[in-house]
């Protein structure tokens, strides 16, 4: 069985951890550099980015992590995907920069706050999964404005990326450690 470590500094990683046990992957929960020996892959859960990076900083993480990720698979959701971008607007900040995205942060304002959807997923999703609408959880979502030449977008919500597949890497601006759908999950296990 594949272990999948989730950062834990901050937000919401006993939901992720829940949720990847369900898809059938162990768990470890990672708060410091020598966490990250053995496991097969990382989630950054959402949270606040800010408070992630700050974190992250005291705990001398970020190097650590931008080396797991370069040969290890990462699943980044809401304030993990701001984590995962190169470039991070309103305002800027410093990231992981492992996936090629532009987001801005807190983007639907007031609008979406926090709603849950259903969208349809695009096709590349279903078929590696299986079908079905996804229940998505925004909670203070970004946007992603911008998606790299490598990307693959596998869900779109208003006409923006909500889910992305870039080499190894995923990232979606919703909570899928909120719903009973294992989706995203499972297809992240996939990758490991
Ligand atoms: N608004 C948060 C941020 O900018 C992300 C919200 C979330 O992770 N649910 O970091």
């Given at each position: 069985m594949k272990t999948v470590g989730i950062l834990a500094l901050q937000g919401d990683f006993e939901a992720h951890a829940r949720a990847l046990r369900r898809a059938g992957a162990e768990t470890r929960l990672v708060?410091?550099?020598?966490?990250?020996?053995?496991?097969d892959g990382l989630v950054i859960p959402g949270g606040e980015s800010t408070t992630i990076l700050k974190l992250l900083r005291e705990e001398k993480l970020l190097d650590p992590l931008r080396e797991f990720g370069q040969t290890h698979p990462m699943l980044g959701t809401c304030a993990g995907a701001i984590l995962m971008a190169s470039d991070v607007a309103q305002p800027a900040q410093e990231s992981l920069a492992l996936m090629d995205l532009s987001v801005e942060r807190n983007?639907?304002?007031?609008?979406?706050?926090s709603r849950v959807e259903q969208i349809q997923p695009e096709a590349e999703f279903e078929r590696r999964t299986h079908e079905g609408a996804l229940e998505a959880v925004f909670i203070r979502a970004p946007i992603i404005r911008r998606t790299g030449p490598a990307a693959r977008v596998l869900a779109r919500y208003q006409g923006s990326a909500v889910l992305v597949e870039e080499g190894r890497h995923l990232a979606a601006t919703f909570h899928p450690e909120l719903t009973q759908d294992s989706r995203v999950h499972e297809l992240f296990l996939k990758k490991l």
């Open positions: 708060r410091k550099t020598e966490d990250l020996q053995g496991i983007a639907y304002g007031r609008q979406l706050q």
